[in-house]
């Protein structure tokens, strides 16, 4: 029970990073590798908010979602937007090259040790710690679930919103609809940006600790996780991560396995890409120009 | 004045030259049929005027405006919808949604039930099937819905590509059926097909495109009974 709830709050985080990488790879038909250290920049963002004189955590968590959806806005004007039409395999490099580019930017700023973040924790309410569930934990996978159910309203019943799921499916026949096609790629990095923004906060109360590589590894676990749900599908990414999160914390939890968790997260990808290559709730779609 | 200009136009794919110099026109009312072989190009012109391909040159004037200058994107609302080849409807998404987008351009609400209710008295298989997944309709419901997303912005031209194509006889009578009324109802229509029996019979006048080039124009009523299209296009 502990662990399950454990799995779903480690989950949610992993299924908001996951909702990035899914989302840009829908509608702009790439991988954006530098998604992780978006999260990355919004721990920083959040670790200097904090250590003003009168910290206030909302504040920090605000500055935290604007930083990271300008920084994502700004990465898809300058280095992706450049390269539309160019072969998958250019945008796939430059898009590591971003990822080193962040890190390396965090390095000089903010050195390689990592920052503690101070006063990031949340009460312990004494009801639920009988049980040894965290706060964080409850609050993270609550606050998860909420996002995700208004993302998904968001985008079922706005106009950007169908707008989105025309353009992922033909750009050409989205704008023959008179849909604006790039106004439509750049929202969908700024909220792609602004869900990994969410995904620091989460992530700094399980670890308080700001560090340039931070990013990688729930990086690449929420870049599986989003390839086993299918990658382009929103749900798929949900469902993904939480069951990522979920094997995580069941390894983790039985002593002779736990050293090998990261290692069987890794394998589950290459059986399910071997089973269904297209994840579980993935499309197999026909591409056009 | 005409409706539709096109003057002149030269579209590249890298290097080679997929229109050389093609020029015609479309008067307000009229339905006009451009016709040639598969490779001929008449994808291309109707993807150039409506912005998804950027010609190298020439002029493509829509009621006095610049569309070489216009983004695809802003075409829409100037009063030009396009069916595209293929059909391209948004298959995961429910026949209502495929509608609604195609009246992503409007905001006025009166206005977008008046265009809904317009398209489900053409296309009453479309208000039967609101909910069902584009995707899963019948290859004649798809092209119906394709022309009814068209048709959701009440357009002043109306750009139809191979509306006829994989579809059986009684389907094919029934779209030309319905772009005869919807001419009737003040629709200016540009059409390219391959099926050129059918498409003369509806046309006002003709176009017949080769590797690129106009090679012959006119009334749709004499190139039905000219010798050289009668071998090339009608098979007789
Ligand atoms: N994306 C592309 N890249 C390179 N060449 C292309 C491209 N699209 C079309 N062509 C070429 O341009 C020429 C015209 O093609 P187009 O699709 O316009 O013909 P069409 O008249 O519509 O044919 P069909 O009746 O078969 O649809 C063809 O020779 C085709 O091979
Ligand atoms: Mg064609």
Redesign the pocket.
């Known amino acids: 029970m502990i662990t399950l709830i454990d799995g779903l709050s480690l989950g949610s985080i992993y299924a908001l990073i996951a909702l990035g990488y899914t989302m840009v790879y829908g509608i702009a038909k790439m991988l954006n590798f530098a998604h992780g250290d978006i999260i990355m920049v919004g721990a920083y963002a959040i670790y200097v908010a904090m250590s003003f004189a009168n910290p206030n955590p909302v504040i920090a968590l605000i500055s935290s979602i604007i930083v990271c959806t300008l920084l994502g806005v700004f990465v898809e004007k300058f280095a992706y937007k450049p390269l539309r039409g160019a072969s998958p395999l250019a945008v796939l490099i430059t898009a590591i090259g971003v990822s080193y580019f962040l890190q390396s930017v965090a390095q000089i700023v903010f050195g390689s040790q990592p920052k503690p973040v101070s006063g990031w924790k949340l009460p312990k309410i004494e009801f639920l710690n009988q049980f040894g569930i965290t706060t964080g934990a409850v609050v993270t996978l609550i606050a998860g679930i909420l996002i995700m159910v208004a993302l998904t309203l968001f985008i079922n019943i706005t106009r950007t919103g169908s707008a989105m799921l025309a353009v992922s499916e033909d750009k050409g026949a989205a704008k023959l609809m008179g849909i604006n096609v790039n106004k439509i790629i750049t929202i969908t990095f700024a909220i792609g940006s602004a869900l990994a923004s969410f995904a620091s906060m989460f992530y700094l109360l399980q670890i308080p600790n700001a560090e340039p590589t931070l990013g990688a590894m729930p990086g690449i676990k929420a870049f599986t996780a989003a390839v086993i749900g299918g990658i382009g599908s929103i749900p798929g990414a949900m469902l993904g991560g939480m069951v990522l999160g979920v094997i995580e914390k069941i390894c983790l939890s039985i002593e002779v396995i736990s050293p090998y968790t990261t290692a069987i997260e890794f394998s589950l990808l290459i059986l399910i890409l071997l089973v269904k290559p297209t994840g579980f709730l993935g499309r197999t779609t026909k591409e056009k ?1 | 004045m005409a409706m539709l200009k096109i003057e002149n136009l030269q579209v590249y ?1 890298g290097f ?1 030259n ?1 229109i050389k110099g093609v020029s015609f026109e479309v008067n307000e009312g009229e339905i006009i049929a451009l016709i ?1 072989a ?7 012109i109707l993807h150039t005027v409506t912005g998804l391909i950027t010609p190298k040159s020439g002029k493509i004037e829509f009621e006095g405006i610049n569309l070489v200058k216009t983004p695809a994107h802003k075409i829409v609302s100037l009063g030009m919808s396009h069916v595209p ?1 293929g059909r391209r409807i948004f298959q995961q998404l429910s026949v209502y949604d495929n509608l609604r987008l195609g009246a992503f351009t409007l905001t006025d609400k009166k206005q977008i039930e008046k265009n809904f209710e317009y398209v489900y008295h053409h296309f009453p298989v479309l208000a039967e099937r609101k909910k069902q997944i584009a995707g899963t309709l019948s290859g004649g419901e798809q092209q119906m819905l394709a022309m009814g997303r068209a048709l959701m912005t009440n357009p002043k031209m109306l750009l139809m590509d ?1 509306p006829s194509m994989g579809l059986s006889p009684i389907f094919v009578n029934e779209i030309f059926h319905i772009i005869g009324e919807v001419s009737r109802d003040g629709t200016t229509v540009l059409l390219v097909e ?1 099926n050129a029996k059918k498409a003369l019979s509806i046309a006002d006048r003709a176009y017949v495109l080769e590797a690129g080039r106009i090679s012959l124009e006119g009334k749709a009523s004499d190139l039905i009974n000219d010798e050289n299209v009668k071998k090339a296009y009608l098979g007789e």
Do not use: D, R
């Open positions: 120009v | 794919y080679i997929a040639g598969n490779g001929a190009g008449k994808t291309t080849e191979e391959q």
